[in-house]
């Protein structure tokens, strides 16, 4: 697996990363899912650099010029529910992408730290031969994107897999690393030690589902 850490240069991106993880201003649930979104932006710019383009005639008022565009045939899959806004900041730029959702919970049994992911829902258009772009802000334990990809894999085979995340640990990187094909890329704004014993991301910026759309039962 190609490993992107893109805030390892230093830009405004490290703002967006500081304010989400801050306690005082990822409370600000509008400007969480901002953020969220424009980490999307950023890191889709960075993965656009990665895709096929191809010269294409483009007619101005004035006359023609030949540009490089992009031919990918993408597919936007997001786990729902955190992967909402980075899913809005990537189609912000990937407009013409088409999108795919599916669901991945993790499941406590009662009184015990350890857990389950489950997947239920699942809406894709095809996904054989394209490129896939499976966005989740969190890669803590990797096991909701290694879950993801199970039920995904049944459904086709994509040519191109680019797997985009906002903070991850190193754990659950090396996790997905050994469940992902090796041609897979890691679009990764930032990348945390460590997991504590809840497998939540330390020191990583607490439930992103949670500050983006409230406590769930
Ligand atoms: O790498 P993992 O250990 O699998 O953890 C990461 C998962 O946890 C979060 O989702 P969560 O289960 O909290 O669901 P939510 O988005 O509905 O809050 C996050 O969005 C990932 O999907
Ligand atoms: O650190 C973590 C781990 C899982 N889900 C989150 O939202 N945060
Ligand atoms: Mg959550």
């Keep these: 697996m190609e490993i992107h850490h893109i805030a390892e240069n230093h830009s405004i991106l490290n703002k967006f990363i500081a304010e989400i993880r801050a306690v005082k201003t990822q409370k600000d649930s509008l400007r969480f899912r901002r953020n969220i979104e424009r980490i999307g932006e950023v890191l889709g710019y960075e993965l656009s650099k990665n895709l096929s383009y191809a010269g294409v005639y483009i007619e101005t008022p004035l006359g023609k010029k030949k540009m490089q565009l992009s031919?990918?045939?993408?597919?936007?899959?997001?786990?729902?529910?955190?992967?909402?806004p980075l899913h809005q900041g990537l189609l912000n730029y990937f407009d013409d992408?088409?999108?795919?959702?599916?669901?991945?919970?993790?499941?406590?049994?009662?009184?015990?730290?350890?857990?389950?992911?489950?997947?239920?829902y699942f809406a894709s258009p095809s996904i054989d031969n394209k490129t896939?772009?499976?966005a989740d802000p969190m890669l803590a334990t990797?096991?909701?994107?290694?879950?993801?990809?199970?039920?995904?894999?049944?459904?086709?085979?994509p040519k191109e897999i680019h797997i985009v995340a906002v903070i991850g640990s190193k754990e659950g990187i090396?996790?997905?690393?050994?469940?992902?094909?090796?041609?897979?890329?890691?679009?990764?704004?930032?990348?945390?030690?460590?997991?504590?014993?809840?497998?939540?991301?330390?020191?990583?910026l607490g439930d992103a589902g949670d500050l983006a759309y409230g406590t769930k039962l």
Aim: proline content about 3%; hydrophobic content about 40%.
């Design 142 to 157: 990797g096991q909701s994107l290694v879950a993801v990809y199970e039920a995904i894999k049944k459904h086709g085979t």
């Design 132 to 134: 896939l772009l499976l």
């Design 71 to 84: 031919y990918n045939n993408i597919v936007l899959c997001s786990i729902l529910r955190a992967g909402l």
């Design 174 to 204: 090396d996790f997905i690393e050994n469940h992902f094909p090796k041609h897979t890329q890691l679009w990764i704004a930032t990348i945390d030690n460590k997991l504590n014993d809840k497998g939540y991301i330390v020191p990583g």
């Design 97 to 120: 992408a088409e999108n795919a959702f599916i669901s991945a919970y993790r499941h406590h049994p009662k009184n015990n730290n350890n857990f389950e992911i489950v997947v239920e």
